[in-house]
């Protein structure tokens, strides 16, 4: 009789944990999110990258998260979309080509678009672990965990634009706010805003889901070295090292809006054997003109 | 679940060529026994522009794994090695790399059953509950944890458990609770009621999970709970069984991040008798999607199970458009009626014949949107008029004759009638533009010819007659209608050459002779060659897979085509 009421017991208290319910009443948070933290610190930012694609339904509800977080994170996050994959093609109704041979490289590399599209990257946080891609509804918490960490490096862009040729020359200036041992690149690239085209759109009525004055924000349009970038430091990088490249003469092609684009510049992880491999230690973004 | 599908895109292709083998023990009375199995399936793909097949740069992929489980008296333990670098095409990339997920150490003793590390379980039906393992379609939501089984009298069970859930290499953020009791009458008061023909099995469970909230635009609920419970009766060759959960609010990706709790019935019964059987099921699923990470997609982390009533085709053209289970909600039900006509009768003749009818047809339940600007506090998105159902999402009716002509000759003959609302099952929108209805008419005819006790030859022919329906899309700017996916009808032939007992030899075609878009009329053509011995068997294939898309719940995942030659070795000891 003893062992049944022990093992009973035992049955019971694994049961008393289960019995755990939180019931919301209100979904809406108490305190504003955007409360972070106020020093002199230089913190890391977060670049947010979009995999999406025109004919995907369920990835405008991304682009709407993408466009709250760059509310709630002011000035903290660098927002990317990348346009790769299946849902990426295009057919004689979804006739804009948003592919890029850098955001291809990017989906070949990451999986992204064979993982189910919406789905994005925060920073590349994670790369060869199982839980490396992440769903849009996640980005927030990745990126109030990154935005909280001070910066290996510091990233400062100067563009400027000819308009009579449409070439684009960025300088960029890495500094180093750490002593830091590795191997790390620079990747510049370009991106634009407000671009109408045609999207499917699942979150409307049915009927209305083919909407063709979509409003594409922060479309990844190419490299401007290339997607994997240039050395910057190759062994290591002492505390206020800086270097200084300039990227001369970077035709913009003729069809994009300069006065809508933007320049981001990232550096990142670059040593294979490293266990942050890929992943961007520093990113910002300036506009072309 | 929307796993079927999967797994008939990826079973016909390749796990289907393997066979996993039993677990052999090899018993030594002192020192316990030891057994263990293990399989590679490993492909080299080539770039194929006819079928648009590109395997990218990683050409080399496979999949592997190793069991090696130990038993001495009530003691179990085992460890499972696994290797994937990267997966095969069609699984999820996410598995890339080699590790052991799975150990665990087992101990049973009288009225007491204790595991620790991994370990898998179901409670009920599984709407509250199923961990478990297909290898084929690389689904593994097994438990990291403790587990306590306790029968403190025959005939009742009580199950307690807590763990994370595998999730790849790593565990789920989530913590997953359970509990189930299961009483079963007959056996608790044996000697009062041991003789009645009548059965009655009672059982209830609670599972809960607990994930942090760290949303900074929405409260989350931390603990989530569900509670089901469900009952048994059985007389002579009859069954009844139900089980109802409710869910509490469970906002997550899957469901939009929706609030409003979720429910469930399923139900089914079945009657048996001598050369006839008689089985009904129906269920109604309302946001019972449960995952220990609600961010999660595709079929990563899901803690309960959600059954799938409709047949499963092993035909490849009656599994092409196969129904998955809508996460989000949905209601139907399946029938089947099994007949076997008796040797000697008109029909029947020397050997007799089995007949089967079955069919299954599935709806969506009728939901209102809610205005966000009405919604703004509860975030419920919809409710749910379940006086009523919505558009039809499925059916498949289907009849199969298999008869015995002599000692040698045997047949299957098979007809199925489907239909699958393509863009709402797999794309979540009525929108047909570019995934229009498809209705179809299938046929098989299997024929095996036995020429000598150990030597056979099989022939298998079927052909796919559909019409793609595009309702009101309209038409592109070459005035046509877009016809993407629109792959006409299809035939498929197959040749199975079994010599010895240890050699088989399969040669197999699917031509889509006539798809609209004449450059894409391709043969899918696919040869095998496989040797087994004892416990071994090794299989080389070269050929084409035919691309499709995998939609789980508002994700959709590219499985892409495929092309190249796949080397599958597996073995027990």
């Given amino acids: 009789m003893k062992k049944v009421i022990i093992n009973s017991l035992s049955i019971l208290t694994i049961s008393i944990f289960s019995i755990s319910c939180d019931y919301v009443n209100n979904v809406n948070p108490a305190v504003d999110p955007s409360t972070g933290p106020v020093s002199n610190v230089i913190y890391r930012k977060a670049l947010v990258e979009d995999y999406t694609g025109h004919k995907c339904g369920n990835c405008p509800a991304a682009a709407i998260t993408l466009s709250s977080l760059e509310s709630s994170f002011a000035g903290k996050i660098v927002p990317m979309a990348v346009h790769a994959g299946y849902f990426a093609y295009t057919n004689a109704t979804y006739t804009t080509n948003f592919q890029t041979t850098a955001g291809d490289a990017y989906d070949t590399q990451f999986g992204n678009s064979v993982a189910g599209n919406p789905n994005g990257l925060v920073n590349r946080v994670g790369y060869g672990t199982g839980g490396f891609i992440k769903a849009h509804t996640v980005w927030g918490s990745e990126v109030s965990t990154i935005v909280t960490q001070a910066a290996k490096f510091q990233i400062r862009i100067k563009n400027t634009f000819n308009t009579g040729t449409s070439k684009l020359t960025s300088e960029v200036i890495v500094k180093s706010l750490a002593n830091n041992t590795g191997h790390y690149k620079l990747v510049l690239l370009l991106t634009e805003d407000n671009i109408i085209a045609e999207q499917l759109d699942y979150a409307l009525p049915v009927g209305a889901q083919f909407i063709t004055n979509y409003n594409f924000n922060h479309v990844l349009r190419g490299a401007i070295n290339s997607e994997w970038g240039d050395a910057v430091f190759t062994t290591s990088a002492n505390l206020n090292d800086s270097v200084v490249k300039t990227f001369t003469d970077f035709s913009v092609n003729s069809s994009y809006n300069p006065s809508k684009c933007h320049v981001i510049a990232y550096i990142y992880d670059s040593d294979s054997t490293s266990p942050t491999y890929y992943e961007v230690l520093q990113v910002e973004e300036e506009k072309v003109n | ?573």
């Avoid at chain 2, 018993?27 to 399936?41: A, K, V, Y």
């Avoid at chain 2, 023909?197 to 569900?226: A, C, R, W």
């Avoid at chain 2, 595709?298 to 490849?316: A, E, G, R």
């Avoid at chain 2, 008419?441 to 000598?452: A, S």
Wanted: glycine share 10%; net charge positive; charged share 20%.
């Fill in chain 2, 1 to 573: 679940m929307p796993i079927k599908f999967k797994s008939r895109i990826l079973i016909t292709s390749i796990a289907a060529i393997t066979i996993s083998n039993s677990i052999i023990s090899q018993t030594n009375s002192d020192l316990g026994s030891i057994s263990g199995n293990f399989q590679i399936d490993a492909a080299n793909y080539r770039k194929d522009t006819i079928i648009k097949a590109d395997p990218g740069s990683e050409v080399f992929r496979y999949n592997a794994f190793g069991n090696v489980n130990y038993v001495k008296g009530g003691f179990s333990a085992g460890v499972r090695f696994e290797s994937y670098n990267p997966p095969l095409l069609g699984y999820l990339p996410g598995y890339k790399g080699s590790g052991v997920p799975y150990r665990f150490a087992r101990y049973k003793h009288n009225d007491i059953d204790i595991t620790v590390g991994n370990f898998y379980e179901q409670f009920g039906s599984g709407i509250t509950l199923r961990s478990y393992e297909n290898r084929g379609l690389l689904y593994d939501n097994a438990l990291d944890g403790m587990r306590v089984i306790f029968t403190p009298k025959n005939g009742i069970t009580l199950k307690g458990l807590v763990g994370k859930q595998r999730t790849y290499f790593s565990l789920s953020p989530g913590v997953v609770r359970g509990f189930d009791g299961e009483i079963n009458f007959m056996e608790l008061f044996d000697s009062i009621l041991g003789k009645s023909k009548t059965k009655i099995i009672l059982g209830g469970s609670f599972v809960s999970k607990y994930q942090q909230d760290q949303d900074p635009l929405l409260v989350l609920p931390e603990n989530v709970g569900t509670s089901a419970g469900r009952f048994t009766i059985i007389r002579g060759g009859f069954n009844f069984n139900a089980e109802y959960a409710y869910k509490i609010n469970d906002p997550s990706f899957q469901n939009k991040f929706s609030y409003k709790p979720g429910q469930a019935i399923i139900a089914s019964t079945s009657y048996g008798m001598d050369g006839f059987s008689i089985m009904f099921s129906g269920k109604m699923l309302d946001n019972m999607s449960f995952r220990s990470d609600r961010n999660a997609s595709n079929t990563i982390d899901m803690i309960n199970y959600q059954p799938d009533l409709s047949k499963f085709h092993t035909y490849s053209l009656m599994a092409y458009y196969p129904y998955g289970t809508q996460a989000n909600g949905e209601v139907g039900g399946s029938g089947e009626i099994q007949y076997k006509v008796k040797k000697g009768t008109l029909l029947g003749g020397k050997y007799g014949m089995d007949i089967t009818v079955n069919g299954s047809v599935f709806y969506a339940l009728d939901t209102i949107g809610i205005s966000p600007s009405k919604d703004s506090i509860r975030h419920f998105n919809y409710s749910t008029n379940y006086g009523d159902i919505g558009n039809e999402f499925y059916h498949d009716i289907n009849i199969e004759i298999t008869k015995k002509l002599s000692k040698k000759l045997k047949f299957t003959l098979m007809y199925a009638n489907q239909f699958l609302n393509q863009s709402v099952v797999q794309f979540n929108t009525l929108d047909k533009e570019e995934h229009p209805d498809v209705s179809s008419h299938i046929g098989v005819l299997d024929i095996t010819y036995k020429y000598k006790p150990n030597s056979a030859i099989r022939f298998e022919t079927q052909g796919f007659f559909g019409t793609y329906n595009y309702r009101d899309a309209k038409l592109d700017a070459h005035g046509q209608k877009n016809i993407t996916n629109n792959t006409g009808s299809w035939v498929s032939e197959l040749i199975e050459w079994t010599p010895t007992t240890h050699w088989s030899i399969t040669l197999a075609d699917q031509y889509n002779y006539n798809n609209p878009d004449v450059s894409k009329r391709v043969h899918y053509y696919f040869a095998m060659v496989g040797y087994t011995s004892g416990p071994t068997r090794i299989s080389l294939s070269y050929g084409r897979q035919r691309q499709g898309i995998f939609c789980a719940g508002g994700v959709c995942r590219f499985v892409p085509s495929s092309s190249g030659l796949t080397l599958s070795i597996s073995s027990s000891f």
